[in-house]
């Protein structure tokens, strides 16, 4: 062979097998996707809802996160949000049961997703008028909400009759949530995001709502890193000494080993203000942990921690004795809820 010839690079080659198994991997995904959902009752409803007992006069409160997503074959359009009115209307008549105090929601449909669709289909929430943002609908009229401001996929909810959330007036709606620049060639359709919240009993901390890119650990790492440690550019998103962290992490620190779960666990194991951060799901509740999100593959993705609060949290439909948030059918995550004391000192 002649030696001028010119050769392929070697790493050329690995990131063309690399693109193709991404390629066969989204293909299967889907594929496994349009056959769960399109051979199930989204219909069905086992929701059975047994209330906490709350004392108020012991500083204790509800908390939830819940991812609402689904990966049905027809919500691709949507970005996989939450796009069927059955199960959206099934959520919203289970939330309005719960009521939790503080609630955490993502992978919601915001309205500006349905402004150039052309929904024909009456089982999908595009076919409807969004004059109502979806949050709301969801939560109801008893809740400030406030949102990430970028795309608003995520929100935090927080009852006007337990306290306030800075920024926003009690009962509104607001797109103000303090958010985390997802990085160069990240997908800004994830965030993590936090608000402020006071309530009534003299109790200041900052809410996070975790989000972190699922498909990219690199990504993922540098999100969960400029959110909670902050970088040149940009401060933490956290600007209070008390905090609770909610929301779908996209990685499970016992199971997954990539630099995204060594960036977590850095941040965990470093805590804030001088304060120790402490799991109030997950291992808090049973080691190993209840899975959070079964499709195709499982891990606990979806967590509740604190440095400040103390309370055990516990997986709807994995932890005996719960039923799942839509019912049986309609979501891939497990909504994680738990009653926590949040003491003003």
């Known amino acids: 062979m002649n030696r001028n010839t010119p050769r392929f690079p070697k790493h050329y080659i690995k990131y063309v097998v690399l693109y193709f198994i991404g390629i066969v991997v989204t293909l299967l995904i889907l594929v496994v996707s349009f056959l769960l959902y399109s051979t199930s009752d989204m219909s069905k409803d086992d929701f059975v809802w047994n209330p906490p007992l709350i004392d108020r006069t012991k500083n204790q409160y509800l908390v939830m996160t819940a991812n609402v997503g689904n990966s049905d074959w027809d919500c691709t359009p949507y970005k996989w949000k939450l796009c069927k009115n059955v199960v959206e209307q099934k959520l919203r008549e289970h939330l309005q049961i719960v009521k939790p105090d503080i609630i955490a929601l993502q992978e919601l449909l915001p309205p500006w997703l349905c402004q150039n669709a052309s929904e024909t289909g009456p089982n999908e929430v595009c076919h409807n008028p969004q004059n109502i943002p979806q949050v709301r609908r969801l939560l109801g009229p008893d809740y400030t909400i406030v949102c990430e401001p970028h795309v608003q996929y995520e929100c935090l909810g927080v009852k006007k009759d337990i306290g306030h959330v800075n920024g926003c007036p009690d009962g509104g709606f607001c797109y103000s949530a303090r958010s985390a620049d997802p990085g160069k060639n990240c997908d800004a359709g994830f965030s993590i995001s936090s608000i402020t919240v006071q309530l009534n009993n003299g109790a200041v901390f900052d809410v996070v709502n975790a989000h972190p890119q699922s498909w990219s650990a690199s990504c993922r790492a540098n999100m969960l890193l400029r959110a909670f440690n902050g970088d040149t550019e940009d401060p933490p998103i956290i600007q209070n000494d008390k905090v609770l962290i909610l929301g779908d992490f996209n990685l499970d620190p016992w199971r997954s080993n990539d630099e995204s779960v060594n960036a977590w666990q850095s941040i965990f194991e470093k805590g804030w203000a001088s304060r120790d951060y402490r799991y109030h799901s997950a291992i808090a509740e049973t080691n190993p942990p209840y899975y959070t999100w079964r499709f195709i593959l499982q891990g606990t993705y979806d967590l509740v921690a604190s440095n400040f609060a103390s ?33 003003p000192e």
């Open 311 to 343: 309370g055990i949290c516990h997986v709807m439909g994995e932890t005996p004795g719960t039923t799942r948030l839509d019912g049986g059918s309609g979501n891939d995550h497990r909504a994680v809820f738990g009653v926590l004391v949040l003491p």
